[in-house]
């Protein structure tokens, strides 16, 4: 419980759930989304020194402590080594944000009612998300206005932001979980397919991934709670995610390229001037040497793009193109964290993961239930064989962290170790 002495227990109810919620609110907003996380940060840091208590009395707290050092101790330990030290040190520091917005969340959204009247509030707002695309793409303009992206429906997020698809793609399980508990069956198969059909005709092959994540980790939890009697449910979904798939494949030309692409890549058919994979294992080479050459902190977080001319083949197209192109980052996780801050951040990941996996596994059965919709979107998030957005950048980094804290914070007061452990 929160000790009597902290000054949490002023905090009023709602300013919780309105600033974890305007989180997701802002997402589609550029960089607003900053304001409430700063502002978490500063109510983090009021209640850390001005509280005269320890944080370390929760087991919600030690969780997301270990978890935070696990991740931003190799960040500080690479910036010796940075290539753009200045550069790096302000993201080292400004990562500081999302330690103190974390604190502020497990201590603001710490019982069940919250978490609650949170996924309520996230579900009917990603509901929200999917009526403005579907919008769009029977009209060719959202709601307010705003045509596809490049072709490409995504809602709310303008026509240049394309993040729709992977943003729902990796929230989709706040949606399905609260409609899987609350809405009547009809309700539940329509957002369903309402979200499956919008990330796949969004053409996005990250987002894709990430939705298969998701899927396939419902499924095999269904598999285990119900065994046998899973299986007529089961097939049934997967007939309606064929179906999405065929429809899609008929009437989207950006879907069926990215499928007929991705299906010749897979063939051996790799040409780094037409498809995004190959460019991208061009990328991955660079950031191969740059973790050969700096094995144990890498090049600085957020240094690839300083280091990439250096460690780059001289034949490199994006170097050969007139003027050349840099790219900013690896699009790949596991070879970002190798290339910038080298075995020490690999090693903080896989800790990192560990903690998170081993007290979701300990925790009693009411905390599991609030903690799995945040567990399953940070699955997601953390799959390795997916092309992802920089995780040291400000947008992947405040969706990581915001889940990871609602994840720690859903641990509750206590742990138990589960019967099956």
Same mark, same amino acid.
């Given at each position: 419980?929160?000790? !009597?002495?902290?000054?949490?227990?002023?905090?009023?109810?709602?300013?919780? *759930?309105?600033?974890?919620?305007?989180?997701?609110?802002?997402?589609?907003?550029?960089?607003?989304?900053?304001?409430?996380?700063?502002?978490?940060?500063?109510?983090?840091?009021?209640?850390?020194?001005?509280?005269?208590?320890?944080?370390?009395?929760?087991?919600?707290?030690?969780?997301?402590?270990?978890?935070?050092? %696990?991740?931003?101790?190799?960040? @500080?330990?690479?910036?010796?080594?940075?290539?753009?030290? $200045?550069?790096?040190?302000?993201?080292?520091?400004?990562?500081?944000?999302?330690?103190?917005?974390?604190?502020?969340?497990? *201590?603001?959204?710490?019982?069940?009612?919250?978490?609650?009247?949170?996924?309520?509030?996230?579900?009917?707002?990603?509901?929200?998300? *999917?009526?403005?695309?579907?919008?769009?793409?029977?009209?060719?303009?959202?709601?307010?206005?705003?045509?596809?992206?490049?072709?490409?429906?995504?809602?709310?997020?303008?026509?240049?932001?394309?993040?729709?698809?992977?943003?729902?793609? *990796?929230?989709?399980?706040?949606?399905? !979980?609260?409609?899987?508990?609350?809405?009547?069956?009809?309700?539940?198969?329509?957002?369903?397919?309402?979200?499956?059909?919008?990330?796949?005709?969004?053409?996005?092959?990250?987002?894709?991934?990430?939705?298969?994540?998701?899927?396939?980790?419902?499924?095999?939890?269904?598999?285990?709670?119900?065994?046998?009697?899973?299986?007529?449910?089961?097939?049934?979904a997967i007939v309606g995610l064929a179906l999405c798939?065929?429809?899609?494949?008929q009437y989207s030309p950006i879907f069926s390229a990215?499928?007929?692409?991705?299906?010749?890549?897979?063939?051996?058919?790799?040409?780094?001037?037409?498809?995004?994979?190959?460019?991208?294992?061009?990328?991955?080479? $660079? %950031?191969?040497?740059?973790?050969?050459?700096?094995?144990? $902190?890498?090049?600085?977080?957020?240094?690839?793009?300083?280091?990439?001319?250096?460690?780059?083949?001289?034949?490199?197209?994006?170097?050969?193109?007139?003027?050349?192109?840099?790219? $900013?980052?690896?699009?790949?996780?596991?070879?970002?964290?190798?290339?910038?801050?080298?075995?020490?951040?690999?090693?903080?990941? @896989?800790?990192?993961?560990?903690?998170?996996?081993?007290?979701?596994?300990?925790?009693?059965?009411?905390?599991?239930?609030?903690?799995?919709?945040?567990?399953?979107?940070?699955?997601?998030?953390?799959?390795?064989?997916?092309?992802?957005?920089?995780?040291?950048?400000?947008?992947?980094?405040?969706?990581?962290?915001?889940?990871? %804290?609602?994840?720690?914070?859903?641990?509750?007061? %206590?742990? !138990?170790?589960?019967?099956?452990?």
């Amino acid at each position: 419980m929160i000790p !009597e002495t902290s000054p949490a227990r002023a905090l009023p109810s709602w300013l919780g *759930l309105g600033l974890a919620w305007s989180c997701l609110l802002l997402l589609p907003v550029g960089r607003m989304v900053e304001v409430p996380v700063l502002l978490m940060a500063a109510l983090g840091l009021w209640l850390t020194v001005g509280g005269g208590w320890r944080l370390h009395e929760l087991p919600a707290m030690r969780l997301f402590g270990a978890v935070f050092l %696990a991740m931003w101790l190799p960040q @500080l330990l690479a910036l010796p080594g940075a290539v753009e030290p $200045t550069h790096s040190a302000r993201v080292v520091v400004t990562h500081l944000r999302f330690f103190l917005g974390g604190i502020f969340l497990i *201590l603001a959204i710490h019982s069940a009612g919250s978490h609650q009247k949170l996924l309520r509030l996230s579900a009917w707002l990603l509901t929200f998300w *999917l009526l403005d695309a579907v919008v769009q793409m029977v009209l060719g303009y959202d709601l307010f206005g705003f045509g596809p992206a490049h072709g490409r429906p995504n809602a709310l997020f303008g026509e240049s932001n394309l993040k729709f698809s992977f943003c729902l793609a *990796l929230l989709s399980p706040l949606l399905w !979980e609260h409609a899987w508990r609350y809405w009547p069956v009809p309700a539940r198969a329509l957002v369903f397919l309402a979200t499956v059909s919008a990330i796949l005709i969004a053409g996005n092959r990250s987002a894709w991934v990430m939705l298969g994540v998701v899927l396939l980790a419902y499924g095999a939890l269904y598999i285990r709670q119900h065994g046998r009697r899973a299986m007529r449910p089961l097939v049934v979904a997967i007939v309606g995610l064929a179906l999405c798939a065929g429809i899609a494949y008929q009437y989207s030309p950006i879907f069926s390229a990215r499928v007929d692409r991705t299906v010749a890549f897979l063939s051996g058919e790799r040409d780094p001037a037409t498809d995004s994979i190959a460019h991208r294992m061009l990328i991955w080479d $660079t %950031a191969k040497n740059m973790f050969v050459a700096n094995p144990l $902190t890498g090049v600085g977080p957020r240094g690839f793009r300083y280091a990439y001319t250096e460690y780059a083949k001289p034949d490199d197209p994006y170097l050969q193109l007139k003027p050349p192109i840099i790219p $900013t980052n690896t699009h790949n996780l596991l070879s970002e964290l190798a290339a910038e801050t080298g075995l020490l951040g690999l090693a903080g990941l @896989l800790t990192a993961l560990w903690l998170l996996l081993r007290s979701g596994w300990r925790a009693a059965s009411s905390a599991q239930r609030r903690m799995l919709p945040y567990g399953i979107a940070l699955l997601a998030a953390f799959f390795p064989f997916n092309s992802h957005f920089a995780i040291y950048s400000a947008f992947w980094s405040q969706l990581v962290w915001w889940l990871i %804290a609602l994840y720690c914070a859903a641990l509750g007061k %206590a742990t !138990e170790e589960n019967p099956g452990d």
